[in-house]
């Protein structure tokens, strides 16, 4: 049995909205560029997901976009819920993004106000793929970069590079090393309902 954790990085720029206070609604509506709707096409090609049996989405507008491309094919549904919903902010007051999830990666229990922190996040994407792993069928999950950071935690040795950035190695193996990249999808391995081997493709 194998996992699929998808996140297509390529969202739209450039947007303005009229009340910016509640970002939790514009980080869930913010929609994939175009170029994100082209590499949802490239991923929805790639062998390795030609087995897929279920797919599932987080409820943002960029998870849901790319999966339809992979679901078409496939004939597949996809099954969306919020268990797979991104790592949530909370209120940044003075701090910026790039601020919290530099603490972020350095304590991973740290989290602003109504936020959730990396392990909470991880605990949350682990929960639910335990839920699913039993039923032994493959699965392509269309979630989002810092949940699926927050997954790996729990299973990669942690370090960090000359940089100080944040790496996560699995079987003597980089799988995670916080470069920017325009896709993610790590491939999880399960024998007798136990992780056997996670790589990145």
Do not use: W
């Amino acid at each position: 049995m194998k996992i699929y954790l998808i996140s297509n990085n390529l969202l739209v720029e450039g947007l303005n909205y009229e009340n910016k206070d509640n970002l939790e609604t514009i980080r869930m509506v913010r929609a994939l560029s175009i170029k994100g709707e082209e590499k949802a096409k490239e991923i929805s090609k790639l062998s390795v997901l030609n087995n897929v049996e279920k797919i599932y989405s987080s409820f943002y507008s960029s998870a849901i976009s790319s999966a339809k491309y992979l679901s078409s094919p496939l004939e597949l549904d996809i099954y969306i819920t919020e268990k797979l919903n991104d790592c949530k902010v909370g209120l940044l007051g003075s701090k910026n993004m790039k601020m919290v999830k530099g603490m972020q990666d350095h304590e991973f229990s740290y989290k602003l106000p109504n936020g959730e922190s990396l392990l909470d996040v991880g605990n949350r994407i682990n929960n639910f793929v335990n839920s699913i792993k039993t039923k032994g069928e493959n699965v392509a999950i269309f979630t989002h970069k810092r949940a699926i950071l927050g997954f790996l935690l729990k299973y990669g040795k942690v370090g960090y590079n000359l940089d100080d950035n944040l790496i996560l190695e699995y079987n003597g193996k980089i799988i995670y090393d916080d470069s920017e990249s325009d896709f993610d999808i790590y491939e999880i391995t399960f024998s007798l309902n136990k992780i056997v081997d996670i790589k990145k493709i």
